[in-house]
Each structure stands twice: as C-alpha cells, then as structure tokens.
C-alpha cells in the first residue's frame, strides 16, 4: 500500500487532525485518510456502496447457480416466531 509523508504542515491543520481524530476515535494516520478521501470526494455513498455489493454477492457463480438460497425475509420470520 502507497505511504504519504507530509514535510512542513501547518501546527493549524495537525491540531485539528488530532483533535477530530480523538472525537471520532480514529488514529491520526486513519483521521487523515478520511479526510484526504471526502475533500478529494472520494467518499462512496452508503446505498450505492450496498447496492454495488449486493450485485457482486448476486453475481457469483455459485450463488447465481445454486437453487437452495435461503429467502432473507423467510429466515427473519421464522426467527421471529420462535
């Protein structure tokens, strides 16, 4: 995986880092990522990322091929009753 070194950043910008980075729990090297990520508009929408992975799920040869996939609104009811 690529690495990213930054010389000379601003005190301003590493204070702010660090400090979101503590609000949402993140180390500073993942805060940094995610912020890299929304200002390059990087970010996936949730339900496009879903979607995206709902049809590679779907598109699987063994799953498209195979008869006996459990319905997951069947599996849920029949949870729900016992």
């Known amino acids: 995986m690529p690495s990213l070194q930054v010389r000379e950043l601003p005190a301003q910008i590493y204070h ?3 400090s ?3 609000k949402e729990h993140r180390s500073f090297s993942q805060q940094a990522i ?3 990520a929304k200002g390059l508009d990087m970010e ?3 339900k496009k990322r879903r979607a995206s992975l709902l049809k590679s799920i779907m598109d699987d040869p ?3 091929n195979s008869q006996d996939v459990a319905n997951p609104v069947d599996l849920i009811r029949k949870d729900r009753q016992r």
Request: glycine share 0%; net charge positive.
């Open 44 to 46: 996936e929408n949730p």
């Open 16 to 18: 702010k880092l660090q």
């Open 20 to 22: 979101k980075a503590q």
């Open 34 to 36: 995610v912020a890299l």
């Open 62 to 64: 063994v799953i498209a």
